[in-house]
């Protein structure tokens, strides 16, 4: 009884954790400026069941991509026996779940099975990162101490849980044995491996036992250990998916004093509305992230380190300073220094781990505190990163956005834009030619012909 009271506990403490976290993590969100998404529920439905939940633009990449299907499943599926064990440890059952005879045995066959795959797929990903280290797994600037340890500690937290696991059900199994009893449910990997302990009762019980609680509280501390790691999109990828743009990619969004500037020119009978008493003028573009909207914000916390946006970015393949990656790792950065932090921890600021971020000026801002001009300027508005995302992250909107404050906010654009602006503004064209003049190319064709 008192076991069970400690357990009941237990769980309590790591999810009221866990949910304090998160409160903090959707604190830092609503940080953003408002942003209406609304409506289309079918067409937001299936990208969720497709992306999300089915994993759809992963397999543009199949290796990996089977890979990481066969941890995704296995941690759905498994988490039926985390169901079992907890209801075991509240009421003092053992494995109470069995009365649904060969659906019980079908699903622990399955649980052993994919544990084994999740333990080599585990093993395959450590390997690709620390042995033949995947170039997008490792190289970048923002791909430092703490984004390769985080990769590691959850890879290495998954096998030991999956250890723990096989060490219950092997032992729970020679128990059985050792009694002439027979163990409900199908144990395939586990049965393979049954002699491994030995036969001596007392050391099988401190090993099902010491199995069972490293398993159960494992999970709680994995659970806990999410919001400050790149996994947390193991929960945000399923509404960052749903909250995903639906507009074609090409499509910018606009600010809407300047249409309302806009249409008052092209029409003196139109009138701008009024802003509310007491509401600032809306700020061109973003400077830092509460000038980004909730939904980008989101993204910040839905981004899995994965590299592939930054792998496929025409101007980081030609040297370029720009990484799409780097600027979404920096915007969750600059938001839990300038909002709370999800742990008692803070390992997402891995320029704390003895590695001090290269900054163009002192300016606590995302924009030239985190993310430079440069970089900003090197992107092509191409959508690679957008389109190559498999959790539909937008890396674009926020680069436009701090690009956008450069130019209306400090008319910061490199030259060239500025000749542009120029020319726009007197000529009506991007061109340095006089409007008088735009038409002398027809002229002189029209006479060359004439004279031919």
Not at 361 to 390: D, I, S
Request: glycine share 6%; hydrophobic share 45%.
């Amino acid at each position: 009884m008192v076991s069970n009271i400690i357990f009941l506990l237990v769980v309590i403490a790591g999810i009221g954790l866990f949910v304090w976290q998160v409160r903090k993590i959707r604190k830092n969100i609503n940080l953003g400026r408002a942003k209406n998404i609304a409506g289309n529920a079918s067409e937001r439905l299936n990208k969720l069941l497709l992306v999300a939940f089915g994993q759809q633009k992963m397999f543009k990449r199949p290796w990996p991509a089977l890979l990481h299907a066969v941890v995704y499943v296995g941690f759905l599926v498994i988490n039926i026996e985390v169901l079992e064990i907890l209801i075991d440890g509240i009421f003092g059952t053992h494995r109470v779940l069995r009365f649904l005879g060969p659906v019980y045995s079908a699903l622990m066959g399955v649980n052993e099975i994919l544990a084994f795959l999740v333990i080599i797929a585990c093993v395959i990903f450590l390997a690709r990162r620390n042995i033949t280290k995947v170039p997008r797994l490792t190289r970048g600037p923002e791909m430092r101490a703490w984004p390769r340890l985080d990769a590691n500690i959850i890879l290495v937290v998954e096998i030991v849980l999956m250890l723990a696991l096989f060490a219950f059900n092997i032992a729970d199994l020679k128990i059985y044995e050792q009694r002439g009893e027979e163990l409900a449910g199908s144990f395939p990997i586990s049965q393979l491996f049954i002699n491994i302990f030995g036969s001596d009762v007392a050391t099988l019980e401190v090993i099902r036992t010491a199995g069972w609680w490293i398993h159960i509280l494992g999970i709680l501390a994995f659970l806990n250990y999410l919001p400050s790691s790149k996994h947390f999109h193991i929960i945000m990828s399923f509404p960052n998916v749903y909250y995903s743009r639906l507009e074609p990619k090409g499509q910018f969004t606009t600010n809407e004093s300047i249409t309302h500037e806009i249409k008052a020119m092209l029409d003196p009978s139109y009138q701008v509305p009024v802003l509310p008493a007491g509401t600032e003028p809306q700020k061109f573009g973003a400077k830092d992230v509460e000038d980004l909207t909730w939904k980008q914000l989101m993204d910040a916390y839905t981004c899995t380190e994965c590299g592939r946006c930054t792998d496929v970015c025409p101007a980081n393949i030609t040297g370029k300073l720009l990484s799409p990656r780097k600027i979404i790792m920096d915007t969750r950065d600059r938001l839990e220094e300038k909002g709370e932090h999800p742990a008692i921890f803070r390992p997402n600021h891995y320029q704390e781990q003895g590695e001090e971020r290269v900054k163009t000026t002192e300016e606590k801002t995302l924009l030239r505190g985190y993310v430079t001009p440069e970089e900003l300027w090197a992107c092509t508005t191409c959508n690679a990163c957008v389109e190559a995302c498999p959790v539909n992250i937008d890396q674009l909107s926020s680069i436009m956005d701090m690009r956008r404050y450069l130019v209306l906010e400090e008319s910061a654009a490199p030259n060239a834009l500025n000749s542009m602006f120029t020319n726009i503004e007197n000529n009506g064209a991007p061109w340095a030619f006089s409007p008088s003049d735009r038409l002398n190319w027809a002229d002189n064709l029209f006479l060359n012909e004439k004279s031919s």
